[in-house]
């Protein structure tokens, strides 16, 4: 079967190929249109995914929508006629778009479809499977289970905002859901709103703030006592009920009402770019920690309900790290698998997937030889050397090109230990969410002023913002507290404690900046105020290039790790051609830029006349 699925008009659209139940080929559209979290139908990732599986529109055998927009339209609906008269406005702003719009969905996607290409609208089969059935399709059927209970959590899909389903061959069942209004994912969004960042955008940086907070503070045990009894019940199985009097996303145009949660919290929502203090942090590590909680009940229940041994997590709240490592420590399963693209942007591949083994019932094999079907996430498009050598001219830029990868390798790896940075951009791009080591940047983390420089001068961010390492695979226990694989960075971990030093915090409870300026162990560039940090594990068999590029900096400096964060600025989408490389490499503090075998030095590069133009073009996130 050759399947496209696609996931649009809400947020991070996608799409994605499936051959035979081959990954061929998946992209988030933000990255060709440079507009980050992008909603509007993904024409230009359909463009690429075809033209990757070389097929044309009239060649697929069905095209998937990632979910089914006339149960979304019946709960819009059934929640304005429940909380009537309220959200009179709202519902007169939305019923008009879906009345125009989204009810006739078939109609906009075979509009849409002409934009990529001519294909006949008769033959076209088009399927839509529920939202949270593409998001635990996404997850079970690229990971190496026959069996597994897969857990999904976000915020909304049509009604389910949780789903605990068993995976059994090709097979998925769905035993549990939680239902809209009552959201895990909605919760830590209002908490994101209230705190002052973009819902649907900012929660991991809720979740960075954290750790800011101690948990055996006063404060934060009030503000967690205040979100338990006020905000939100938690049963035992991990459902919840939220207290709809302090939220207004179900009818409003706004998460929750800002003068009750003033009044609750003791203090006012924070604006936008303003200063963060300890109040932040503390409500940040309270949310965080009634989080985990409820996620571990519904984690337990998984495994109640299935036994069984192995556990597939999707949905936007799948990408809260911190409580997948906690999920961890406590073993309740086996073995994991997080799917790398886990919030609406995996939807699309997983909208594929299931039509491929639930609506076709194609039969499900497993290559055993790969820990996962996901072939690390490098499923967007590749630079080639035309491409390259194309930008560099467009440019006048300068550049060296090396017949031998491993002096390149040699070369990067002496520039990264003198402390310099480097942009690296290496084979197809990463889906999802993180830079994997295809579309990074690079420094080293025994630099303890990399974590500045890098915030302030190169990605022009928060100050508190952490950066995950990443680590040779056979060498992970070696810095952390932690034996397994994590090749998509979907796990915290403790550093050892041999690496850590002593550190002192009396008398800054109220200065981040005082805490950033303390190193924490000896890799101080990717080591969180708690002592943390959010792990890529490095194989050479998913991951060649970056393998080696790791192993020649150990070779030169004794040490197996390097900070791994995404190629991009503040507010702009992880970067996808040549181009968007060096413009990135131009407008930035960076020092070296990486593309295949060519190496741009910074310095050698013709002035840049708009030094600072993406401060206008990229909205903040």
């Known amino acids: ?59 697929l055998d069905a095209v998937v929508f990632y979910d089914k927009p006339l149960l979304k339209f019946e709960r819009l609906l059934e929640t304005y006629y429940g909380f009537a008269p309220r959200g009179l406005a709202s519902f007169v702003t939305s019923i008009s778009v879906w009345i125009k719009e989204k009810l006739f969905l078939k109609k906009m996607i075979r509009d849409e479809l002409e934009k990529v290409g001519e294909y006949n609208r008769k033959k076209m089969r088009l399927i839509f499977p529920e939202h949270h059935l593409s998001h635990a399709a996404s997850a079970f059927y690229p990971s190496s289970f026959t069996d597994a209970a897969i857990l999904t959590i976000d915020g909304v899909g049509e009604w389910a905002t949780a789903s605990i389903c068993h995976g059994q061959g090709k097979d998925i069942t769905v035993l549990k859901e939680l239902h809209f209004p009552h959201s895990v994912g909605l919760l830590y969004s209002a908490v994101t709103y209230f705190l002052g960042f973009k819902v649907n955008s900012g929660e991991y940086k809720v979740m960075g703030l954290a750790p800011y907070g101690s948990r055996d503070s006063a404060q934060v045990k009030d503000f967690v006592r205040k979100i338990k009894n006020v905000l939100v019940d938690i049963k035992q199985d991990g459902s919840i009920a939220l207290d709809q009097k302090y939220f207004t996303y179900a009818t409003g145009l706004r998460m929750v009402p800002d003068r009750r949660w003033a009044k609750l919290f003791g203090f006012s929502r924070r604006q936008a770019e303003a200063e963060i203090t300890q109040q932040h ?162 420094a080293d983390p025994r630099n303890p002023e990399m974590q500045r420089k890098l915030n302030l001068s190169i990605k022009y961010r928060e100050s508190f913002r952490p950066f995950a390492p990443s680590v040779l695979a056979e060498d992970v226990a070696e810095y952390f507290d932690f034996t397994g694989a994590s090749p998509y960075m979907m796990f915290v971990h403790s550093l050892k404690k041999s690496r850590c030093f002593p550190t002192d915090d009396s008398g800054q409870a109220f200065d981040i900046k005082a805490k950033l300026q303390q190193q924490r162990s000896d890799l101080p560039a990717i080591t969180h105020v708690d002592g943390t940090a959010r792990i890529q594990t490095v194989h050479k068999e998913s991951n060649e290039k970056f393998w080696l590029l790791l192993q020649a900096f150990k070779q030169k400096t004794g040490c197996s790790v390097l900070v791994n964060t995404s190629f991009n600025v503040r507010g702009e989408p992880l970067v996808c051609s040549a181009e968007d490389a060096y413009r990135c490499l131009m407008r930035t503090e960076m020092d070296f830029l990486v593309i295949g075998n060519y190496i741009f030095d910074k310095g050698q590069q013709p002035l840049w006349k708009e030094a600072m133009e993406w401060k206008n073009e990229y909205v903040l996130d």
């Open 1 to 59: 079967m050759k399947i496209l699925g696609i996931s649009a008009f809400y947020h991070d659209s996608a799409a994605a190929v499936v051959v035979g139940g081959v990954i061929v080929a998946a992209a988030q559209e933000e990255r060709f249109s440079r507009v980050k979290h992008d909603p509007s139908f993904p024409v230009q990732a359909i463009r690429y995914c075809l033209e990757e599986a070389g097929l044309a529109l009239d060649e």
């Open 281 to 442: 942090c503390d409500l940040a590590a309270a949310i965080q920690e009634v989080t985990e909680e409820i996620v571990l009940k519904m984690v337990h229940e998984a495994k109640r309900l299935t036994g069984s041994d192995n556990l597939c997590m999707a949905g936007g709240v799948a990408l809260n790290c911190v409580a997948n490592g906690k999920i961890q420590e406590q073993k309740i399963f086996s073995n994991y698998f997080v799917q790398p693209a886990a919030g609406d942007a995996g939807g699309a591949l997983g909208a594929a997937l299931a039509a491929q083994y639930i609506y076709f019932e194609k039969e499900r094999t497993i290559d055993t030889a790969q820990a996962d079907a996901m072939q690390g996430a490098a499923l967007g498009p590749e630079a080639s050397d035309r491409s390259i050598e194309y930008m560099a001219k467009r440019y006048a830029a300068v550049f060296s090109k090396f017949s031998s990868f491993d002096e390149l390798t040699n070369l990067v790896a002496r520039h990264l230990s003198d402390g310099k940075v480097v942009g690296w951009q290496q084979g197809r791009m990463e889906f999802g969410p993180r830079a994997l080591g295809n579309r990074s940047i690079l």
